[in-house]
């Protein structure tokens, strides 16, 4: 092998430009660690007459990503273009030709991971894709490398940045939803449609690769139970403070037997859980394992200077192995798991209700309550007259009486509203 790897991109955006820059900018000691140079051979875009601030000569733009990944002087192809197709199609015409594959893209990761994983395995090529979750936090390696030796029970993480930045705000400014999504909008943070960050769909995303990586499964979004942060009040947000709470919008990835649990969800935290303390568009990933005990990966999990140290990181890799030998990790050699569903959970919720003003109504709802095996950890009363609520914390419940308990409560006539209802984390 000569003494420079060539990097065919496919996409020069936000993370394809950083890349340029930082593989021009650290030459040298990713040279020292990677054994040869790494270049920039060619990079396919839409509009190639598009102005890029990057240190490259515009000839080695072209908006046909198949000519880069055909060419027979691109030894590594790097997608970083995003969506399902053509990004699908590119990159299995390229492991089907020989050549090692670095991606940054989670929804192709999640959706078709298994199809690029035994392509690439079949043909003794590199895949690698430290990039698809957490941007610039090593996520994937730690739990595929690194925690070899381990077995991981449980990962429970903030994963989505946006809408970690939209719950800092309403509990920080006591803004509410709306207003800390438009500021959300106006600092760019969000996509210009927002549904897959606030809906959860991104973060089940990068669920679905946790948890197919950390149990050596075949997890996909659809697996995954998913709900988003749009119903959550202010109100829960101040209530939650008052009890020792953060919400916070987690992805949750467990090991229950021999079943995967897979979920993605707002939460409530304790103020006292690491995960509480991470504020912002900042995110968190929190790693329970047998021996090693409780992991943090803590840092900022997008924008393209953070995702291209990561996405560089593989490529350097992905270099040494083709100039000294040598393969990364594979991931063919899966445990079929069944998906526990979401029903047969157990957890502590916290449930708000408008109630009628009167004596005897809380006692008819704890009659509900226990009659569905859900116990009452704590109980207070806020307003009174119109006005009137009952905020409960419970024990440990079975999800599937705690709905049940819920329909029994939207039909009580003590009962006006059940106006939340959030998930209790992270408790010892
Ligand atoms: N941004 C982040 O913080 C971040 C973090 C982690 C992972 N990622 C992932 O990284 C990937 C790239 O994200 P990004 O933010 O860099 O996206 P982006 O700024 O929208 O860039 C996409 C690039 O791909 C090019 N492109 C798109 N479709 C193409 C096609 N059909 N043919 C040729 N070129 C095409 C675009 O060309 P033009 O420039 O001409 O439009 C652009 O250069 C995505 O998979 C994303 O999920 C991003």
Redesign the pocket.
């Known amino acids: 092998m000569s003494d420079v790897v060539r990097v065919g991109l ?9 890349v340029i820059r930082l593989l021009h900018e650290h030459a040298d000691e990713i040279a020292l660690r990677a054994g040869c140079r790494v270049e920039v051979a060619r990079v ?5 007459s ?1 102005r ?1 601030e990057v240190p490259l000569p515009p000839d080695r733009f072209t ?3 198949q000519l880069v990944v055909d060419d027979p002087d691109v030894d590594v192809v790097c ?5 399902v197709e ?2 699908r199609t590119l990159l299995l015409a390229a492991l089907a030709a020989g050549k090692p594959v670095v ?6 990761v999640a959706t078709r991971g298994r199809e690029l994983f035994d392509l690439a395995a079949a043909k003794g090529v590199d895949l690698y894709f430290e ?2 979750v957490g ?1 610039g936090i090593p996520l994937i390696r730690p739990l595929k490398e690194s925690l070899a030796g381990e077995r991981v029970r449980r990962v429970l993480g903030i994963v989505n940045g946006t809408t970690n930045y939209i719950l800092t705000r309403m509990t920080e400014d006591q803004m509410d939803f709306d207003d800390a999504l438009g500021q959300a909008q106006r600092l760019g943070f969000v996509e210009a449609d927002p549904t897959a960050d606030v809906g959860g769909h991104d973060a089940a995303a990068k669920c679905a690769i946790i948890a197919s990586i950390a149990f050596d499964a075949n997890v996909i979004p659809a697996d995954v139970y998913t709900e988003g942060i749009e119903r959550v009040a202010i109100d829960d947000i101040e209530y939650a403070a008052r009890l020792g709470y953060v919400v916070k919008l987690l992805a949750i990835a467990e090991l229950d037997g021999d079943a995967i649990a897979a979920r993605v969800h707002p939460a409530m935290v304790p103020d006292s859980h690491p995960l509480a303390a991470v504020r912002g568009s900042f995110n968190a990933v929190f790693v329970e394992g047998d021996k090693a005990g409780e992991l943090m990966f803590y840092g900022r ?4 200077d ?2 291209a140290a ?1 996405v560089v990181g593989d490529l350097a890799t992905v270099a040494r192995h083709l100039h000294s030998g040598g393969r990364g990790p594979v991931f063919t050699r899966i445990i079929e798991r069944a998906v526990r569903p979401i029903e047969d959970n157990d957890d502590q919720f916290y449930l708000r209700l408008q109630v009628v003003d009167r004596p005897g109504v809380l006692a008819e709802i704890a009659a509900v309550l226990g009659r569905n095996d859900v116990s009452i950890r704590s109980v207070w009363q806020e307003g009174a007259g119109e006005d009137a609520q009952l905020v409960f914390v419970t024990h440990r419940a079975h999800e599937r009486g705690f709905r049940a308990a819920v329909r029994e409560l939207e039909v009580l006539p003590v009962v006006e509203e059940v106006r939340s209802i959030l998930r209790v984390e992270g408790e010892e």
Do not use: S
Not at 13 to 18: F, L
Not at 103 to 108: G, P, V
């Open positions: 496919l996409g020069g955006g936000t993370v394809g430009t950083a396919a875009v839409r509009d190639p598009k890029r908006d046909d990503p997608e970083l273009m995003g969506g053509p990004a991606t940054a893209n989670k929804e192709l990039a698809a941007g999990g997008a924008g393209g953070p995702t990561a």
